[in-house]
């Protein structure tokens, strides 16, 4: 049971027959509440043990012929961060990136209100994986509850060899940033380092650090139980496996929802009851994703490779329906100035540069100037030059909209808007003074 | 020519005080808010007295040279 060969099972039994079953992460049937221990047995069948060198690097080894990439919104490849993180000098930690800062976004809460022993699997066994002794759970306040009550029922299982701690992100776009998280749990303070260093070689108290979004340690788990060629029996040969994808907007049932890697844009639509209106435009991946027009995206598979073709990604997995009658630069503006607040505060280029775009985004939607030559230079001057990639995400959404809502731009430019409701199909939520 | 010093803002750092770019003109301009924007981050050999000197006189120690590995630090060091 310790040793894994590609493409054997490693656990027989009961949770051999779910190994095929679909939804792999979400469960069959939603409103039964969070899946106790005996329950997510039940389902899954125990993690493999066993913390020898042998298993750890065999393990990491699966992980990468799985595929399995990051679900946060970067895609990395996960066995190359563990391997990164398991060579460290110092013993390492491990974070579980369950903060979920993006306001449309609810796929990793979700995950850990239906299965937070999944995730607390993939947890564990990431930590045993690089040589930690401690796995640290960071969980939207939503959830907060569901994941401290699982970790409690693990300690009184005694089922792990790893500390795990429980600890509330704080409800900032940026806090799951992954050096903001590092400091989050270290100082109490939600904003992003300077790198070098990069936390897998020093992070949290420097010591090597493995901050792994909630899926992706979700996945880990099915994958340390079923091997790399079941997880592979899903997806496309170049992204193998299922994602979670939170679909919002104008579709008749706005939810999370598992999909197979490569799914057809149009068909993760259906999934959520199909467009409830018209569509003007679907705004892919997440507040730092891509703007496309529904006609173009939809026959797309939701997939990198896929995606590639509008200059998109599936990002942290959001897919956000605008209807017709709703202004998409009147969306986006708002979008801009909330990204722009949400900057940490820390970088002169993202505080200024974000700020100045969306200003002038919102000149534009109400149809009082647009100045594109200027627009265009900010957006140049603020990408790339902070300590994170928040300018740079918040530039990509800005510069996909400046390319698909380009007929809208001259409507406004003549004083006209095809917006015949208020903008607001987008969450954008509203922030107390600090 | 490729000399393998590299300079580097460290944007958290930085407030844009902008001393660095009337020193090293030549790699350094300003953006509209006036934050340093490096034109290459290879430091040409001609230029790496300059690159150094605007190091040095960074007042929030922002800008950053690294030597290619095996040389050593600054072209003419300060000591004391």
């Known amino acids: 049971m310790n040793t894994l060969d590609s493409g054997q099972r490693l656990v027989r039994g009961a949770a051999d027959v779910q190994a095929g079953r679909f939804p792999r992460l979400l469960p069959e049937r939603f409103g039964a509440g969070p899946a106790g221990l005996e329950d997510h047995v039940a389902r899954y069948g125990r993690l493999p043990r066993g913390w020898d060198g042998y298993w750890r690097e065999e393990l990491i080894a699966e992980v990468g012929r799985a595929g399995l990439t990051g679900r946060g919104g970067a895609g990395f490849p996960t066995a190359r961060k563990l391997a990164a993180v398991a060579a460290g000098r110092d013993v390492p930690v491990v974070i579980a990136n369950g903060t979920e800062g993006e306001p449309a976004s609810a796929k990793d809460k979700v995950l850990l209100a239906c299965a937070p022993h999944l995730v607390l699997d993939g947890a564990v066994l990431a930590a045993g994986m690089v040589g930690a002794r401690q796995a640290i759970v960071v969980a939207h306040d939503a959830v907060r509850e569901v994941v401290h009550g699982a970790a409690a029922e693990r300690r009184r299982a005694r089922l792990d060899q790893v500390k795990v701690k429980v600890m509330t992100g704080a409800d900032r776009f940026v806090g799951g940033e992954a050096s903001a998280l590092v400091n989050w749990v270290a100082h109490g303070v939600p904003l992003p380092t300077a790198s070098p260093p990069r936390i897998f070689e020093s992070g949290l108290h420097g010591r090597p650090t493995l901050v792994q979004n909630v899926e992706t340690l979700a996945h880990l788990a099915l994958i340390a139980r079923w091997g790399a060629r079941w997880f592979r029996s899903l997806g496309t040969p170049a992204e193998p496996g299922s994602m979670l994808v939170t679909v919002v907007g104008a579709v008749r049932q706005p939810g999370v929802r598992e999909v197979e890697i490569g799914t057809p844009v149009g068909d993760v639509l259906g999934l959520a009851g199909g467009p409830a209106a018209p569509l003007g435009a679907l705004l892919i991946g997440g507040y730092f994703g891509t703007w496309a027009d529904p006609a173009v995206a939809g026959p797309l598979p939701l997939s990198a490779e896929g995606l590639l073709a509008i200059g998109g990604s599936p990002g942290a997995g959001l897919v956000a329906a605008l209807p017709a009658d709703v202004c998409g630069l009147a969306e986006t503006a708002r979008v801009a100035r909330y990204l722009a607040d949400e900057s940490a505060g820390q970088c002169g280029p993202c505080v200024f540069g974000l700020g100045s775009i969306a200003g002038a985004l919102a000149d534009l939607a109400t149809g009082r100037s647009y100045e594109p030559a200027r627009l265009r230079r900010w957006m140049a001057q603020a990408e790339g030059r902070g300590a994170c990639h928040h300018p740079d995400g918040a530039v990509r959404m800005v510069r996909s909209a400046l390319a698909v809502f380009g007929e809208e731009i001259d409507r406004h430019a003549q004083g006209w808007c095809c917006g015949r409701r208020p903008a607001g199909v987008l969450p954008v939520p509203l922030r107390g003074t600090p | ?80």
């Open chain 2, 1 to 80: 020519m490729i000399t393998g010093h590299r300079l580097r803002v460290d944007p958290i750092a930085c407030d844009g005080r902008g001393l660095c770019a009337e020193v090293l003109p030549e790699m350094i301009t300003l953006d509209d808010w006036g934050f340093p924007v490096l034109r290459d981050a290879e430091v040409p050999p001609g230029l790496l007295d300059e690159a150094a000197e605007a190091v040095r006189l960074c007042p929030r120690l922002a800008l950053r040279l690294d030597h290619p590995p095996g040389t050593p630090g600054a072209p003419r060091r300060r000591t004391g």
